[in-house]
């Protein structure tokens, strides 16, 4: 064996594993992180008047900043992590906005580009690994895959919320139910008729992507538009400001528990104690 190949099986066999456990809270911030995707976004490019091109370049480099920071880790870091994910959660809400509004792409086309995405990333990660569990991200390859994944459900999600909600003519509260039920349903289906859990993880995780968006926009846009009027800006700093306090409180508890990551390779559930 090379010098080389020592080197790297070593680094293989001493990366922990690189995402949460799938807890309530995991289901909490990833909720608001999607919110914030949605809100911030706009906050950005009409609030700030950014325009969509400027907002797209800033939180691009911002994203890649922090997936190197992500990638050059060893383990789960609570912080690291979930400033990808909110900042993933914005570009990909970015992603969608660019298509739709500056290239004139119809949202059902969007939708269905995304989902055809999302669908090849799968696949091919499941050939390449034999398994789409995240309990077992625990080589580089395999995390490139996650983050893919992660970023094609976040402009999956902005497309569908967005034409339930605008296209479909639904609304922003009716598209939050149909969402929250949707998400039910998968819970349901987990607990009781026992789904296969990497499955019923990655359709809760694809769902609530749309969730955030709508409650979103239902918090943000003006009542006149069917929200409640509270802004992008008020419902970006809340949301944030949740987001920071359950990310902290995660820091706090992995320091005080001494794991600093866990090779865990249990396969994925709803939610584990």
């Given at each position: 064996m ?7 099986s ?10 949460p ?9 990833k909720?608001l ?5 949605e809100?911030?976004?706009?906050f950005l ?6 325009g ?22 060893r383990?789960?870091v609570p912080?690291v ?6 900042l993933i959660?914005?570009v ?10 500056n290239?004139?792409?119809?949202l059902f086309a969007t ?11 799968f696949v091919?990660w ?9 309990h077992?991200?625990?080589t580089t390859?395999?995390?490139?895959f ?6 094609f459900?976040?402009?999956l999600?902005t497309a569908?919320g967005?034409l339930?909600?605008e296209?479909l003519?639904?609304?922003y509260l ?8 949707a ?12 789904l296969?859990?990497?499955?019923a ?8 992507r749309p ?6 926009d239902?918090?943000s846009?003006?009542t006149k538009?069917?929200g409640?009027?509270?802004?992008t800006?008020?419902?970006?700093v809340l ?6 306090v359950?990310?902290?409180s995660?820091s706090i508890r ?11 390779t249990?396969?994925d559930t709803m939610?584990a104690?």
């Open positions: 090379t010098r080389y190949e020592m080197g790297s070593t680094r293989r066999a001493t990366m922990l594993n690189k995402v456990q799938v807890t309530a809270i995991f289901w909490i911030i909720v992180a999607t919110t914030v995707g809100t911030f976004a706009d490019n009409v609030g700030l008047n950014l969509l091109t400027v907002t797209s370049v800033i939180m691009a480099a911002l994203l890649i900043v922090a997936l190197v920071a992500q990638f050059r880790l383990r789960y912080a992590y979930w400033l990808s994910i909110v959660s914005v990909g809400t970015l992603i969608t906005d660019n298509l739709t509004d290239l004139g792409v119809p939708a269905i580009i995304f989902a055809g995405a999302l669908a090849a990333t091919f499941f050939l390449s690994e034999r398994t789409l569990s995240i077992s991200i625990v390859r395999r995390e490139t996650y983050w893919l994944a992660v970023l459900t976040f402009a999600g569908a967005d339930l909600a296209s003519k639904l609304g009716l598209s939050l139910v149909v969402f929250a039920a998400i039910a349903l998968v819970a349901v289906t987990y607990f009781v008729v026992k296969n859990a990497v499955i993880f990655w359709i809760a995780y694809i769902l609530t969730l955030g968006a709508s409650t979103g239902l918090l846009q003006s538009d069917g409640l009027g509270l802004g800006t008020g419902t970006s949301f944030l400001a949740v987001i920071l359950l990310v902290v995660l992995e320091r005080r528990s001494g794991s600093g990551g866990r090779d865990d249990r396969n939610v104690a």
